[in-house]
């Protein structure tokens, strides 16, 4: 089993910044894909950002393409979203993820972090 606890979240202004944190504990993420997904006011859960184990390969929703940036740091079990010029629309809880190889879906999930933009 892995635990995953988001951390970073808050509050920001109209193209601020923030940098979201994802630690792993209970066994290493080194072979997992990451990733990362929201869920806005009365919105369903989306993807945002993905990071292959390996290769390290990343992919992006259009949405935040060239804003967000996902990224991981093996050796501390973390993964991390670099989130620039953030607009109210980014307004949501945001949600780590890690899917083992052997697994088609992602299955364990942290409990979120929220992210406010306001205008």
């Known amino acids: 089993q892995v635990q995953l606890v988001e951390s970073g979240g808050g509050l920001v202004q109209t193209g601020g910044s923030l940098r979201l944190s994802c630690a792993a504990s209970?066994?290493?993420?080194?072979?997992?894909?990451m990733g990362w997904f929201r869920q806005g006011p009365g919105k369903g859960r989306e993807f945002v950002a993905a990071?292959?184990?390996?290769?390290?390969?990343?992919s992006y929703a259009d949405s935040v393409k060239g804003r967000f940036t996902i990224s991981r740091d093996n050796a501390k079990n973390t993964v991390y979203l670099q989130m620039n010029s953030l607009m109210p629309e980014d307004t949501a809880v945001y949600f780590c993820?890690?899917?083992?190889?052997?697994?088609?879906?992602?299955?364990?999930w942290g409990q979120g972090t929220q992210v406010t933009v306001s205008s």
């Open positions: 209970g066994r290493s993420i080194s072979s997992d894909d």
């Open positions: 993820a890690a899917r083992t190889i052997r697994d088609l879906r992602y299955t364990y």
């Open positions: 990071i292959r184990w390996i290769g390290g390969t990343t």
